[in-house]
């Protein structure tokens, strides 16, 4: 392995990191502050945090002479944002509900089972799945079986549940993210060809190039998505949230009784903190930042810097490991305990995501 792809690695390892520990933020977030609010705030943040990324890419093309169309049009990247975000405020408020009933390490290894379902719900839209996948499908779905049901015969935790429908918005997101991205391809095809055509004779090598032609670009698209997942979750918090404590009494009454997620809904607790008789702390601002800054904008950038030189197959197996990160933090830094069925549950999900990972890798090296 040569140097670079050895550094991608190290850079993708460290995403999948920020990633996985990313859960842990979003547990202990909520000892202070609301769901809804929790996720309007960090992807605002997360929005906000991406723009000196966009500046400086959109000011490289602009310094390498090419034509105003090498953008994407802004009502496109608006109307694929608008998509984009709808589908991922509905798999993040599920995701962020569900962790309040479940630990750190579950909802990262659930939440990543949207790389096992992307493939098999591909069958839809026209794409073949192999052996490995549905062999990766079953795996997955064992370990499931014995961190939510093995060890407690008769019951199902809820915030697990809640998870795994937020793996089928996650799903649904990455499906449109993809059909997104390829109709960009297919306009810029498009537009090439138009203009061989107009060209009468010979190849025109401005219009061959990838770069001259109309493109979405991956980091303006998901600071777009992400500002109106923000939008969506912070009206949420003004206009929902103060019902979610009832929800969560009516649930597992437990929680707020020990004082765990004891948090006023977001109207009672802007009203509080102006009043003084409540006052915003570290332990409540730290891990909003993180959740926006690090698990968005830096590991977001990391991943884009990684992957101009890290080869696929490296890439999706090695973010494969978000959920063992998950895992590692919750038993670190909030103390969760896991016992041997949750552990051969995390086993079983993690090979599955992988199995399912190498079979999309050989078709693509085909």
């Known amino acids: 392995m040569n140097k670079k792809a050895l550094r991608a690695d190290i850079l993708l390892l460290l995403t999948a990191a920020v990633w996985g520990f990313g859960f842990v933020a979003q547990r202990s977030g909520m000892e202070y502050i609301g769901p809804f609010a929790f996720n309007g705030i960090r992807f605002i943040l997360g929005s906000l945090s991406l723009l000196p990324l966009i500046f400086f890419r959109r000011k490289k093309l602009t310094q390498s ?3 105003p169309a090498a953008l994407f049009p802004f009502k496109r990247i608006l109307l694929s944002s608008f998509f984009a975000g709808t589908l991922l405020f509905a798999a993040v408020i599920l995701q962020q ?4 009933f479940t630990t750190a390490g579950n909802a990262g290894f659930i939440t990543g089972l949207y790389v096992v379902f992307t493939p098999v719900f591909g069958i839809f839209l026209g794409r073949k799945t192999g052996l490995p996948t ?4 079953v795996l997955t779905l064992a370990g499931l079986y014995f961190i939510s049901v093995a060890g407690n015969p008769g019951s199902i935790n809820p915030g697990d549940v809640i998870i795994f429908i937020s793996a089928f918005f996650w799903t649904a997101h990455v499906l449109l993210i993809d059909r997104l991205m390829n109709t960009a391809n297919r306009m810029k095809n498009t537009k090439i060809n138009d203009q061989m055509i107009n060209n009468g004779s010979g190849i025109n090598n401005d ?9 979405l670009d991956p980091v303006e698209l998901s600071a777009g998505q992400f500002a109106f997942c923000g939008i969506y979750s912070l ?3 003004f206009t929902a949230e103060p019902f979610v404590v009832q929800i969560v009494e ?3 009454p437990s929680l707020l009784s020990v004082g765990l997620f004891s948090w006023l809904p977001f109207p009672q607790l ?3 903190v102006n009043a003084g008789t409540v006052y ?3 332990e409540a601002i730290i891990p909003v930042l993180y959740g926006g800054l690090c698990s968005v904008g830096i590991a977001y950038t990391l991943q884009v810097v990684a992957q101009r030189d890290a080869p696929p197959a490296h890439a999706t197996i090695i973010l494969c490991f978000e959920g063992c990160f998950a895992a590692l933090g919750g038993a670190l830094i909030l103390s969760e305990k896991f016992g041997m069925w949750t552990l051969i549950g995390f086993a079983f999900m993690l090979a599955g995501m992988m199995a399912t990972q190498l079979d999309i890798q050989k078709k693509i090296n085909k």
């Open 65 to 67: 002479a090419l034509p």
């Open 97 to 100: 509900f569900g962790i309040i």
């Open 134 to 137: 549905w062999i990766g499908s």
């Open 207 to 215: 219009a061959l190039s990838a770069e001259s032609q109309p493109h």
């Open 235 to 237: 009206i949420g918090a």
């Open 250 to 252: 009516g649930i597992d």
């Open 270 to 272: 802007i009203s509080a």
């Open 280 to 282: 915003i702390t570290a």
